[in-house]
């Protein structure tokens, strides 16, 4: 069996096993390991987008292919086995969908998301990455972080009360940052000069489907991760030898093994389970977290090797890390507890009366 072949999370029926299969068998097809270079990364999106599985998930009446809950957290989890950062750029592409794909006015951005030529950096305004002021109409300000698999995104910003903004790539400035995870992801930082007509305030935005749709989506990238890891430990101590039988002979490496796995099981079941938002956030968390500790756990079973880039333990620990970062489950609980208290939600500066 290679790692490929495992599934940890609930049952599949004939179609989704042949969607697995078939991404499954384009991963092995390409590089698995994807650097910042955006011929790159756009080549594999458009070959996601014509394979129908980019937006597969996004509804029929907007252009995409309408798959239920499970098929499409299925393909955000296939695509963070082989590539998180593309899976949480899935994720993205299908909460702007979401949310402009009945609105005329940006039909050609939507139809570029479907192709996979356009892409939309999908933040959350409270996030204490989101550094924004408006004044006179004029929004400005900088967002620290966005990982869109894309030099110039749009940025969808997610408000409270159902206000969103969108702005366009004419509006930001990027500015590549370092990190050591999460190759194709193209990390930015973005500066943010939008004039008055420049963007777009979206009034009556289910702002909270958004947010769990997001969320949603990247504990299903999360849980790709951690069945990775914890498959190639798996298959890299069944190979190995130590005093004449397999790594697989000791029992320590047996109940770790163990431990991993049942992790990529916990993580997958919480990504495909959730529904409410507080189950959602738990997810969400439970699923990085899950992946950064089955990396980690792949990497010393591994032993010394795991650090060499050929065998892809430390990329997919770094690859966790980095997920964790972008999602910022930490912040997404701040917000879920202060509504569980009857507080009001955070204030963004994104209001068109804000000034």
Known sequence: MTPSDTWRGPALDRDQRDLRDMLDAFAAAHNPVLADEPEQVAGLVTELAALGVWTL????ETGGGGADRATTALVFERLGRAWPALGWAAAQAHTAIDVLGADQRFADLVTGLH???AAVAVVDATAAQVRLTRQGGTLSGTVARVDAAAERPHLLLLGDAGHAVLLPPVALTPEPLRRTGFGGALTRSLEVDARPGEYHDLDSVDTAAARRRLRLGAAAVAAGIAGAAADAAAEYAS????FGAPLTA?????QALLGQAARAAVSTAAAFGAEDEVAVLAALREACEGAIEAAAGALQAHGGYGYLTEYGAERRLRDAISLRAATDPGGAATAV????AGLPPIATAIRKDAS
């Open 57 to 60: 998930g996004t509804a029929e």
């Open 115 to 117: 192709a996979g030529t």
């Open 239 to 242: 190979g190995r030898e130590q």
């Open 250 to 254: 000791l029992p320590t490496v047996r």
């Open 337 to 340: 507890a202060r509504a569980l």
